[in-house]
């Protein structure tokens, strides 16, 4: 139940506390007054898209605050906590601002959340109906929804394992018939596949095996430069041959070290350089035996082997070509090739399960749409009763309501079921569909009712009507004030009306007065009392709030309603669930 709404800059309040609380609220006010922004506001802290062009003309932002009393333990409670806010005892705050920009933010429990965040509690505070409710109740879809609405959590459940096996048996069916028709390509694939895995693993290429190769290539090409360059290196160093007599780095340092080692007596730095140049010839002796071992090994049979290599690196070279990302992704498609083929080989046995689960979904799914339309029926039945009976106190004593629920051929997420609301306005006449059969101030009243029934069975805390009562006057209007009134003494109702029939069944009724400085536009909420309001219901009856004849009547109006139902307001409104 929403306690107080604090409304600034919106449209052209430029600041207002609306106080609301449990009962019937009636919003009146002047054409242009703003008293849709009620709604406006309303609507905003319930998650509704953001309209920057609200926001008061030359003010940077809007923002709107709702007080809310819930049950602390309810659905409602914990969805705020999931969302990081928390309570006052059992108040929430919800908060909302539209900056000129249209930037906007949202407060839940004194905490910022997404918009979003907003539009998942709203379900569970408000139901709100406008005139554009009234021309989507025409539409089929919304006529199920509140047939659905009305039959209660046993069709509710129904459709929520239906909707779950739908689902299944859709995405199922969709994914069988993707892959029968595929299944040419993906065999294609298949082979394709096979052909390409079994040319590279008969070259059987190894990660770093390309560089390998070249390195060997490079070493072999030149192989006989190797040979003479390490022999004459080594002569060089130590000779195998000394016919010639020259001398090498060895022999020339063991000369140069007896020589120093001679002298080195007479002075005691020379020993250390006596060391160091006999490890510089062990040194070299070392390089020496080193480049020995290198000849060694130098294969005799370099060009075979060269050969060999340059063939490898062919086939190397060859199977790289055919991967953009060269011989490493080849060697990579090794592993993803063999997980994709293994994935269409199992196409046919996947085919033969998908068959399967189809098959027993179909079953579930029609077994389900058989339920759903055996309940709707019977909750269309008890709706058409009970919205006759609320028809005939709303002053339309011949109407009846039919609801017709039809199945189809073709499932849906919400089954096979085409549901119909038909209305007959009086007895001989053939019932006609709302869209072709009722009058806007008709459709007011067949709303307005279908609301009060489905209520009794999916209770909500809150209702807003926003002119629910238009194209409706008279004694059908003192109708629709007198069931708002009965509404009101089991949830909070709160009407924006343009009729003094229907404000005169109000417990608390606001006016939204427009004032002006010369140059812009401002509205305030006041709420009225005594002879403030017989003058408000003066102004709707004749256009003049001072009119003796409409006062007069204006409080006449006040007494029937008096004396119709009791005009102090619950005590405390059912909050099941909430």
Excluded: C
Excluded at 365 to 374: G, I
């Amino acid at each position: 139940m929403i306690e107080e709404l604090s409304i600034r800059d919106l449209g052209v309040i430029a600041d207002a506390t609306v106080p609301l609380g449990p009962g019937f609220t009636a919003v009146t006010g002047e054409t242009g007054a703003g008293k849709t922004m009620v709604v406006t506001a309303l609507g905003l802290l319930l998650g509704q898209r953001a309209d920057p062009g609200a926001v008061r003309q030359g003010q940077e932002q809007t923002w709107v605050e709702g007080r809310w009393v819930i049950d602390p333990d309810g659905a409602v409670a914990e969805r705020v906590r999931d969302a990081g806010g928390d309570l006052d005892a059992d108040e929430l705050i919800l908060g909302r601002s539209v900056s000129a920009g249209g930037r906007s933010r949202a407060i839940v429990g004194g905490r910022g959340a997404p918009a979003t965040v907003l539009s998942d509690l709203a379900d569970d505070l408000v139901v709100v109906h406008g005139q554009s409710d009234q021309v989507r109740l025409r539409s089929a879809v919304a006529q199920r929804e509140a047939l659905d609405r009305f039959a209660g959590p046993d069709l509710a459940e129904t459709l929520e394992q239906y909707t779950h096996a739908y689902h299944r048996w859709n995405a199922n069916r969709e994914e069988l018939v993707r892959l029968v028709r595929e299944q040419d390509l993906r065999a294609q694939e298949a082979d394709d596949l096979r052909a390409a895995i079994a040319a590279i693993e008969a070259i059987a290429p190894q990660p770093g095996e390309d560089e390998e190769l070249a390195e060997r290539a490079e070493r072999l090409g030149n192989l006989e430069a190797l040979r003479v360059a390490a022999a004459g290196t080594r002569e060089y160093l130590s000779a195998e041959d000394t016919s010639d007599d020259r001398p090498d780095v060895v022999a020339l340092l063991e000369a140069a070290r007896r020589q120093l080692e001679r002298a080195s007596a007479h002075d005691p730095a020379l020993p250390p350089l006596v060391d160091a140049i006999a490890n510089a010839g062990f040194a070299v002796a070392d390089v020496a035996g080193q480049l020995s071992s290198y000849l060694a090994g130098l294969d005799a049979d370099g060009a075979r082997e060269l050969e060999m290599v340059q063939e490898r690196r062919a086939e190397l070279a060859s199977l790289a070509r055919a991967y953009p990302g060269g011989l490493d992704e080849a060697i990579r498609f090794l592993d993803t090739g063999s997980a994709r083929l293994m994935e269409l080989d199992g196409d046919s046995e996947r085919i033969d399960e998908l068959t399967v689960e189809a098959d027993a979904d179909h079953a579930l799914v029609d077994e389900l749409a058989l339920a759903l339309t055996a309940r709707r029926r019977q909750a269309a039945d008890a709706l058409g009763t009970a919205v006759t009976a609320e028809l005939a106190a709303l002053a339309m004593p011949d109407a009846t309501l039919v609801v017709e629920v039809e199945p189809g051929d073709a499932f849906t997420a919400t089954g096979r079921d085409a549901v119909r609301i038909l209305l007959q306005p009086h007895a001989g006449s053939a019932p006609r569909p709302l869209a072709r059969g009722a009058s806007g101030g008709e459709l007011s009243r067949v709303m307005l009712a279908i609301e009060v029934v489905i209520n009794k069975a999916d209770p909500v805390p809150t209702f807003v009507f926003d002119e629910v009562d238009a194209g409706v006057g008279g004694a059908a209007a003192i109708e629709i004030g007198r069931r708002l009134a009965r509404l009101a003494q089991t949830a909070q109702v709160i009407v924006v009306t343009h009729l003094a029939q229907v404000a005169a069944f109000a417990s608390n009724h606001l006016s939204v007065v427009k004032g002006s400085d010369g140059a812009i536009t401002a509205s305030s909420v006041k709420q009225l009392h005594g002879d403030d309001r017989a003058a408000e219901m003066a102004r709707l009856l004749s256009g003049l709030p001072d009119s003796a004849t409409g006062l007069e009547h204006a409080r006449e109006l006040m007494a029937l309603a008096q004396a119709d139902a009791p005009l102090k307001p619950p005590a405390g409104l059912p909050r099941p669930g909430r």
